[in-house]
């Protein structure tokens, strides 16, 4: 699941670091010094670090935010722009990075602007050089929308806006120029420093000494101090001594006169020697070695083992292979390991690139994106068909890996104008996108769809239910409306009596939002509870039940309610699936409340709010926190409850859409923040919900769920 904290318990959600940091102190000074305390204006509120590919851009910023992050109370987020594919993505990126569920249908960049006005944060843009435009008009938008935010961005280019102060990146120096005696006789450099440890990495007897350092700064000059070849060359010191590797660089590498001679690929010479370096590593494999790096390329934000079986195999490469090749990539730094997932794996940009282009020299690129359209289309299918088992936790950890993936993959379903194809990716992806917290990625591919005239069947009735579900989550219950009524026709029209049912949830749950109490009971009560399934239907089918629920809990049938919720948490129970037995138990909760027993309240609202946050659902964990604090309060603990509901308002914020725009939810918000004053009078209140938004999203789940006695 998505991090929101860094060390020390900060909100935030820098990667931990997974290889040392080598040099770079005058940059990191620099950095600290420019990363300090803003007056909250426009100067110097963007760092770009420009340098070319493979020069460190960003391991340094992110060392650099690490040391920054004390002075960021909302946090340092970093957001990676290399999984990209389209343009328009940047803000949808930067909404995932900090975990803003964002329920709104309003355009991402006010939603960030609304969210970011009153917060004190560092936002990192990580390899912005392919979305340049995008990335300049965010930042033009937000500086002056958000005083107290600071941007640090990495591009091979800067991003063009006046108040962006750039920060040249160059290679790593060889040798220490500062030293007495100038560059020759001063110590080893961060490029000497770096090739040192990276060499004992990859051969445990290797020893940087009086033999070695002249050869090893040899290799270190060759390749002009750019950190990812040194990192690539120092790698193959497994499988070659360090005189071998200098003969074989300088074999490879031509001078610098002899590329500009050439005219070899345009762009600074430093970018051509990375890309010499890289090709160099790549004439080093073996022919199957250099075809699965090309092939791997196809992947976007990591892969797992399975998936590189599934997509890469194929003529000389079989499946069977791939593993063992993987590791022979891993081992000469080609292919590395996630940064927090040991079973995943990903390729730099440069690395990706460079294979990229030997994918589209051999002919085999649409193929591959093709099934890598295809394994991540029946991957989704298969989470559709599951949904509503006891896999359902796993396939939610897995929607969440591979999010960049199934973004690629829905891309190019849309790209190749196969219509049958893109609904059917469409409706499986909005389904899950839509239960584990990607509304705006829902919504993007389903309206997409939808607007096309796709032909009627099970796949049309999936994708208008789930596009109907994304609009009642925002609070958009006009389109809400509306997509129901086309989701009733058509499930009406395919003549599946379960796709029936499962349409009264998007038509009942609008009028419950509504306040239409009466008008929800009669569509919600006259869908048949027929035996439930085990795929998206089935969920529906359960979310049916859950609506008809609070439909009788609002209109003070609490009896009623608690023998629906029942049936439904007890069938969720059988089934082994979280998602809608989590909300049983958030409205159970409610029940007791309205029941006379906070006691029973507060055991029932932790259970949901564990469960909601194993899934993702920052909507469920938000209401059943509401919930939460009304049972703390009426146990007597009105201090908790203070913090409880200020933990909560923090993560509806991040919704964008209060209580779901629900009368009857808002209601019994305000009271129970009326009540908690009346307790504890309004200094102390204060005082206690000022705690509570001081909390970050990790930590005010672990307060929520602790068994405090008396509660």
């Known amino acids: 699941m998505p991090q ?23 940059e990191l000074a620099r950095l600290e010094e420019l990363l300090g305390p803003t007056d909250g204006g426009n100067g110097r509120r963007l760092v770009t670090l420009v340098g070319t590919g493979g020069v460190g851009k960003t391991r340094l910023a992110l060392s650099a935010a690490r040391r920054a992050s004390h002075r960021y109370p909302d946090g340092v987020w970093f957001v990676e722009l290399s999984p990209l594919r389209a343009q328009g993505l940047v803000g949808f990126a930067v909404v995932e990075a900090l975990r803003l569920a964002d329920r709104s249908t309003s355009p991402v960049t006010e939603v960030l602007a609304d969210w970011l006005a009153d917060k004190e944060a560092l936002i990192v843009l990580d390899s912005c050089e392919h979305v340049l435009p995008d990335c300049a008009d965010l930042v033009r938008a937000l500086l002056p929308a958000a005083p107290g935010v600071r941007f640090l961005a990495t591009s091979r280019e800067h991003l063009g806006p006046s108040c962006e102060l750039r920060v040249e990146i160059d290679p790593l120096p060889v040798q220490d ?18 090739f040192a440890q990276r060499a004992a990495e990859a051969c445990s007897g290797f ?10 700064a040899a290799v270190c000059r060759r390749l002009d101090g750019i950190p990812l070849a040194i990192e690539l060359a120092a790698a193959r010191l497994g499988e070659l001594s360090l005189g071998e590797l200098d003969e ?31 090709g160099w590593s790549h004439e080093l494999c073996a022919p199957v070695e250099r075809l699965l790096w090309a092939r791997l390329s196809v992947f976007t934000g990591g892969f797992d083992l399975a998936a590189a079986e599934d997509v890469c195999s194929g003529g000389p490469l079989p499946a069977g292979r791939i593993a063992a090749l993987l590791e022979r990539l891993v081992e000469q730094s080609i292919v590395l390991r996630h940064r927090t997932d040991a079973r995943r794996f990903q390729l730099l940009d440069s690395v990706r690139d460079f294979g990229g282009d030997w994918l589209r020299a051999l002919g085999e690129e649409r193929t591959l994106r093709l099934r890598h359209l295809d394994h991540y289309r029946n991957l989704a ?5 599951e949904w509503n088992t006891g896999r359902q936790l796993s396939w939610c950890e ?28 469409a409706a499986d992806m909005g389904f899950l996108w839509r239960h584990c917290g990607y509304l705006r990625d829902a919504r993007h591919c389903l309206d997409q769809v939808l607007t096309a005239d796709p032909a009627p069947g099970p796949d049309l009735v999936q994708a208008l239910w789930a596009r109907a579900a994304v609009a009642l989550l925002q609070g958009d219950l006009d389109s809400a409306e509306r997509w129901a009524a086309v989701c009733t026709a058509a499930a009406v029209e395919q003549g599946d009596a379960v796709a029936v049912v499962g349409a009264a949830y998007v038509t009942g749950g609008h009028l419950l939002l509504r306040g239409r109490l009466g008008e929800a009971l009669v569509v919600l009560a006259a869908a048949d509870p027929l035996p439930v399934r085990d795929d998206w239907l089935g969920s529906a089918q359960l979310q049916v039940r859950l609506a008809l629920s609070m439909t009788h809990l609002l209109r003070g049938e609490p009896a009623v309610a608690r023998a629906v919720a029942d049936e439904v948490r007890a069938e969720s129970t059988r089934r082994g699936e979280r998602w809608a037995g989590a909300f049983a138990d958030c409205f159970l909760a409610h029940i007791d409340l309205a029941e006379g027993d906070p006691a029973a309240a507060a055991r029932n609202a932790r259970t949901a709010v564990v469960a909601h946050s194993l899934l993702n659902s920052t909507l469920g964990v938000a209401h059943t926190l509401d919930i939460l604090a009304s049972a703390v309060v009426a146990t007597g603990d009105g201090q908790r409850a203070a913090r409880l509901l200020a933990v909560g308002q923090r993560i509806w914020e991040r919704l964008g859409s209060a209580q779901l725009q629900s009368p009857d939810l808002m209601s019994a918000r305000r009271a129970c923040e009326d009540l908690v004053r009346a307790k504890i009078g309004t200094e102390a209140y204060t005082r206690a919900y000022a705690e509570g938004l001081a909390m970050s999203y990790e930590r005010g789940i672990a307060y929520a769920v602790e068994d405090v006695r008396g509660d």
């Open 398 to 425: 897995r929607v969440i890996a591979e999010h960049a993936n199934l973004r690629t993959a829905m891309d190019c379903a849309l790209s190749e104008r196969d219509g049958p194809t893109a609904l059917r990716t």
């Open 4 to 26: 929101n904290t860094t060390a020390g318990g900060r909100p935030g959600n820098l990667p931990p670091e997974t290889r040392s940091f080598v040099g770079r102190r005058r």
């Open 207 to 216: 020893v940087l000494d009086e033999d070695s350092a002249g050869p090893a």
């Open 248 to 278: 074989r660089l300088g074999e490879r590498l031509p001078s610098p006169l002899d590329l500009l001679a050439a005219g070899l690929d345009e762009g600074p010479l430093r970018h051509r020697t990375l890309r010499t370096a890289i």
């Open 177 to 194: 120029a500062e030293a007495p005696g100038g560059q020759g006789a001063g110590r080893p450099g961060d490029a000497l420093d770096l």
């Open 381 to 385: 299918r298969g989470g559709c068909t």
